[in-house]
């Protein structure tokens, strides 16, 4: 079974923000909302100081308390990928599983419903990746699937260091930050 998942390059990231604009306008984010978001952390002390420029967006965990704490069933797991995904019209929006995410990655969209990245199943479905790696002027993202040893997330992940979110939540995150 395919786990679709993302690996990001933090040593190729400029922080253009061109991920999150594509993210919107394919998927018609209303103004003031993101599902995609650009983050900077500064490591060590000066003068040996790093910065690192992260993109983010929901997980896709592999443990999901989005999911499990979901009254209606709206909150799952895709059969293809295992992409977590929300149906709006069988969500009640309760906020539940806004507040369950340590990632802070829903919101609860203006038309009622709790929405998220959706890893842009509906063109990786078509064989397209997600719009954010599709628009990455630096190459920086890559998307694919990680049960498969010859993918080139698997290879990324083989051969450089990686580090994941928020290690201790405990929810098996399916993005990986290259350092
Ligand atoms: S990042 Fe948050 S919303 Fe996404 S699958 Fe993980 S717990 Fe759920
Ligand atoms: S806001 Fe919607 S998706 Fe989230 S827990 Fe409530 S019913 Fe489920």
Not at 43 to 50: E, L, S, T, V
Not at 77 to 104: M, S
Not at 135 to 146: A, K, N, S
């Amino acid at each position: 079974m395919p786990r679709f998942g993302m690996v990001i390059d933090t040593r190729k990231c400029v922080g253009c923000q061109d991920c999150v604009i594509a993210c919107k306008t394919e998927n018609n984010i209303p103004e003031g909302y993101n599902r995609d978001w650009i983050i900077t952390e500064s490591h060590g002390k000066f003068p040996d100081i790093q910065m690192e420029i992260r993109t983010e967006r929901c997980n896709h965990c592999s443990e999901t308390p989005c999911v499990s704490c979901c009254p209606t069933g709206a909150s799952h797991i895709h059969d293809v990928g295992g992409v977590v995904l929300v149906t709006h019209d069988v969500c009640i929006g309760c906020k539940a599983c806004i507040e369950a995410c340590p990632y802070d990655a829903r919101f609860a969209h203006p038309d009622g419903y709790a929405d998220k990245c959706t890893f842009c199943i509906h063109r990786v479905e078509k064989g397209e990746n997600p719009a954010c790696v599709e628009v990455c002027p630096t190459y920086c993202m890559y998307f694919g699937d990680l049960e498969d040893p010859n993918s080139e997330v698997s290879k990324l992940l083989k051969s450089r260091k990686w580090h994941v979110n928020l290690t201790d939540a405990g929810t098996q995150p399916n993005i990986f930050y290259l350092v």
